[in-house]
């Protein structure tokens, strides 16, 4: 079949979770992708499951040959589109589920398979913050909620990613206003308030009832 004539019909992707893609450019294929797909067919035929790494150099020879042809420069983009929108939300899962570690922002690009430069482009298209204010901000907030659990200020400093709880304390006082153990000795003393009011209120319906004893008697 001529090159001109044969051509794949339109794909909409679907991405779990995320909005519905534009469908993907068709393909246009070439003698050398004709060829491609000819020695593909023995493998196809073969009742014998084909080798993990041979499945991955014959998709990396198919996306080659794709890209290699100007008429699939439309499918090309799309392609590249959608790859990157799966590869952002793998950056948004490593980031929510390690945030509270004290890396470096090189080893969380890293971590996301990019180099900085490309790490703080995408982080910022992602979060909409840079990733240094989006990471103090994120250890701050789980920071507070283990502040109201009773946790320990240098526990609290640690687990949260903090190099020191100088450190800690002074990021803590400017982001909520006060320090991390001003809030955890009105945390600490909010019960003890609690219990002394009661007692108060108590003694006083005691004395009252008392004195109308002794007034009736």
Request: charged letters at 25%; aromatic letters at 8%.
């Amino acid at each position: 079949m001529s090159s001109s004539a044969r051509s794949f019909a339109p794909v909409e992707v679907l991405a779990k979770g995320t909005a519905p893609l534009p469908p993907l450019a068709m393909v246009r294929t070439t003698p050398a992708m004709d060829a491609f797909m000819n020695s593909m067919l023995p493998h196809f035929r073969n009742e014998r499951s084909m080798d993990p790494q041979l499945v991955d150099l014959k998709l990396r020879e198919l996306l080659l040959n794709i890209a290699g042809e100007p008429r699939n420069a439309a499918f090309v983009a799309s392609f590249q589109a959608m790859m990157r929108t799966r590869g952002l939300e793998r950056m948004r899962r490593i980031m929510e589920d390690n945030y509270c570690y004290n890396l470096s922002l090189e080893a969380y690009a890293r971590m996301c398979g990019r180099s900085l430069s490309a790490f703080k482009r995408d982080f910022q298209q992602l979060f909409n913050a840079p990733p240094g204010r989006w990471l103090r901000e994120q250890r701050l907030r789980r920071a507070k909620l283990l502040l109201s659990a009773d946790v320990q200020v240098s526990e609290v400093a640690f687990q949260c990613g903090f190099e020191n709880l100088s450190h800690f304390s002074k990021a803590f006082k400017e982001e909520f206003g006060h320090s991390p153990m001003e809030l955890g000795r009105s945390i600490a003393g909010e019960p003890l308030g609690k219990v002394i009011g009661l007692w108060e209120n108590s003694r006083a319906v005691v004395s009252g009832l008392l004195s109308a004893q002794h007034n009736t008697s």
